[in-house]
C-alpha cells in the first residue's frame, strides 16, 4: 500500500467515524424543562410554591434493577444510599431554594400516548433537621409523578418531598410519607 492510499484510507474511516458519531450526537435525549405550580395538601393547604424540572436524561433499565436490588438488601436506606451514588439525570428547583440534582428519571409511555414520569432522589437534609435528630431524617428520599397529556389543561402530577419506600403488611412495595404529598397543578412541557 503506498502513502496515498493510506492517506485515502485514514481519511475515508475518519469521516465515516466522525459521522457515526454526528448521528449518535443528533439522537441524543434534549433537554426538557417542566414547570409547576405546587400547592400543598392537608397540613400544608394553601401554601403554593413554584417548582421547575430539568431532565437531562432518563435512567435505565439497569439502573431500575440497581435500585431495586439495593431495597431489597438494605431497605429504604440501602435505596437512598444506591441513589446517592447514582449520577445526576436531572434537577429540581423549588421557589426559594437553589435545588438539587434529581439521580433517577423514568418516562413510560401510557396507552393513550400520554407520558408518565417518575423520579426519585436522595432529599437534601438541613443541618437544623440532621442537629435535632427528627423522625423526619429516617425519610431520606424525594419523588414524584408527572403525567403529560396531548392537553395542557388536563396535565397531572404529585410531588412528595419526604418519603421512603417500605413493604407493606402483604409485602407488597408501598410508599410512606413524613407529610403529605404536594399536587402539581399548570404542569408545561417545553424544550
Known sequence: MTFKQFLITTLCAAAILMGAVAMAHGQERRREYITAVAQGTAQQL????N??????????ADDQKILIDAFRVGGSRGLSNA???MSSKGRISITGTIGYDVNYIREFILPDGSRKIRFVTDRPIRFREAWSSTRSIDYSLSMGEIIIRGDRDSNSGTIMPIAKFRLDKEKELSIETFRNPWKLLNIKAHD
Open 46 to 49: 394553601g401554601q403554593i410554591v
Open 51 to 60: 417548582v421547575t424540572f430539568i431532565i437531562n436524561e432518563v435512567s435505565t
Open 83 to 85: 441513589v446517592d451514588k
